[in-house]
C-alpha cells in the first residue's frame, strides 16, 4: 500500500488539511502532521535551536498529528519521527489562499514541498485562492474545497502511477475562487503576485513599529500563475525544480571568475 503525508502551513485545525486528507485516504494510507498553530509566510523555516514537540489528534479515523513547529518540521518529523521512511507521496495543503508567482519561496506550503521534493519524495503544494478577510482569519469560514479535492486527487493518483518527469521536482497547484469552464492549464511562475509596502505606526508608547503587508497583482505575462487563476480564472499546475541555477550559459558568467584579484 502506498503511504501518503499530507502537512500544511494553516495549521492542524484548518479545514484545508482535513479535506486534503479526506481527499487521499483511499489512495494509500495517509499519515497527517501539521504545525500546531498557523505557520504562513514562513517558507523552509526549520526548528534547528528548539525541541519539537510533537501529540496525536483526533482526525476523522486517520493517524494525525501536531508538531510545536513549522511546515518544514512537520515534513522531517513525518519522514523520520512518525513514519521512519519516505513516503510515496507528499501533501502540502491545501491552503486557504494562493500561492503563485517567485514569491512561492516565502509560503509554509509551498517550503514543506520543496522540502519533501528535496528529500527525494515526489510532492504537490495544493492552495485555493481566497480574500485576505478569509485566510488571514483565526476562526476559518466555510470554504468550498471540492473542486480542489478533485484536482488533487486526479494530480495524486497521477504522480502515484507515473511520478514526475524528469527535471521537475514538485508540482505547484493553484485553485481559483470561482474556476470558469476552460479545466487546468500548465503555467510558469510570474514575477510577482503582491506589491510590498510597510505601514509605519506607534505602539502605546509612542514607539514605531512597521506592520508589512502589500496588495494583490491582479494580472501578469500570459502563460504564468498569475495570469491564469486571476484573469482567466483557470486552475494552474507550475511545474518546479529545486535547481535555482539561472538557465544561461555558463560560459557567459566566467568573468565572475577573475573578480577576486
Known amino acids: 500500500m502506498k503511504t ?3 502537512v500544511n502551513d494553516d495549521g492542524i485545525n484548518s479545514p484545508g488539511i482535513r479535506a486534503a486528507a479526506e481527499g487521499a485516504k483511499d489512495l494509500g494510507k495517509v499519515i497527517v502532521v501539521a504545525p500546531a498553530v498557523q505557520q504562513s509566510g514562513v517558507g523552509r523555516s526549520m526548528s534547528l535551536f528548539t525541541p519539537v514537540g510533537i501529540s496525536k489528534v483526533r482526525m476523522d479515523r486517520l493517524d494525525a498529528y501536531s508538531i510545536d513547529g513549522t511546515p518544514v518540521d512537520a515534513v522531517i518529523v513525518g519522514m523520520y519521527g512518525v513514519l521512519k ?5 507528499l501533501i502540502s495543503g ?3 489562499g494562493e500561492n503563485m508567482s517567485s514569491e512561492a519561496t516565502t509560503s509554509g506550503t509551498v517550503g514543506a514541498a520543496l522540502e519533501g521534493a528535496s528529500q527525494g519524495i515526489p510532492s504537490i503544494a495544493i492552495s485555493i485562492q481566497a480574500s485576505s478577510e478569509i ?3 483565526a476562526v476559518q469560514p466555510e470554504v468550498d474545497f471540492s473542486l480542489a479535492v478533485r484536482v488533487l486527487r486526479g494530480a495524486a493518483m497521477h504522480v502515484l502511477r507515473e511520478g514526475l518527469p524528469k527535471g521537475v521536482d514538485l508540482l505547484n497547484i493553484n485553485i481559483p475562487e470561482r474556476a470558469g469552464g476552460e479545466g487546468i492549464k500548465v503555467t510558469r511562475l510570474a514575477r510577482r503576485m503582491y506589491t510590498t509596502k510597510v505601514q509605519e505606526r506607534l505602539d502605546p508608547r509612542g514607539r514605531p513599529y512597521f506592520w508589512i503587508d502589500g496588495d494583490a497583482i491582479y494580472d501578469a505575462e500570459e502563460d504564468t500563475d498569475v495570469h491564469t487563476v486571476r484573469r482567466e480564472n483557470r486552475i494552474s499546475v507550475t511545474p518546479l525544480s529545486l535547481d535555482f541555477t539561472a538557465p544561461v550559459p555558463l560560459e557567459r558568467m566566467k568573468g565572475l571568475e577573475g573578480i577576486l584579484r
Open 4 to 6: 501518503i503525508l499530507v
Open 135 to 137: 485566510k488571514f482569519e
Open 94 to 96: 491545501i491552503n486557504i
Open 85 to 89: 521512511r519516505a513516503p510515496d507521496l
